[in-house]
Nanobody, 123 residues
Framework: QVHLVESGGGLVQAGGSLRLSCAASGRAFSRAAMGWFRQAPGKERDFVATIFWSGSTTVYADSVKGRFTISRDNAKNTVYLQMNSLAPEDTAVYYC????????????????WGQGTQVTVSS
């Protein structure tokens, strides 16, 4: 079992930055592929970014490419999402997810989820 806890969300003005963190405990986090997803009110949960267990490979949604960066520190059992140039359309609850296996953009293929952290971008 892997327990995930997100933090770092909040209210920011358009053009600003936030860094989300996801702290993991339980099974070997360092062997887990990790992902970030987001869900806006009334919408489905969308893929944002994912990172291979070693950090060697990352994949981003087109909507965040060039603005967001996913990274991980396996020594600290933590994965990060640096979000720059935030826009109102980035407003959502952001979820951290993990799985043992390759990276994937499909939410249904992740086994572990955090409780989410709210990100609100004002115009």
């Amino acid at each position: 079992q892997v327990h995930l806890v997100e933090s770092g969300g909040g209210l920011v003005q358009a053009g600003g930055s936030l860094r989300l963190s996801c702290a993991a405990s339980g099974r070997a986090f360092s062997r887990a592929a990790m992902g970030w997803f987001r869900q806006a009110p009334g919408k489905e949960r969308d893929f944002v970014a994912t990172i291979f267990w070693s950090g060697s490979t990352t994949v981003y949604a087109d909507s965040v490419k060039g603005r967001f960066t996913i990274s991980r520190d396996n020594a600290k059992n933590t994965v990060y999402l640096q979000m720059n140039s935030l826009a109102p359309e980035d407003t959502a609850v952001y979820y951290c997810a993990g799985r043992y296996g390759g990276i994937t953009t499909r939410a249904g293929e992740y086994d572990y989820w955090g409780q989410g952290t709210q990100v609100t971008v004002s115009s």
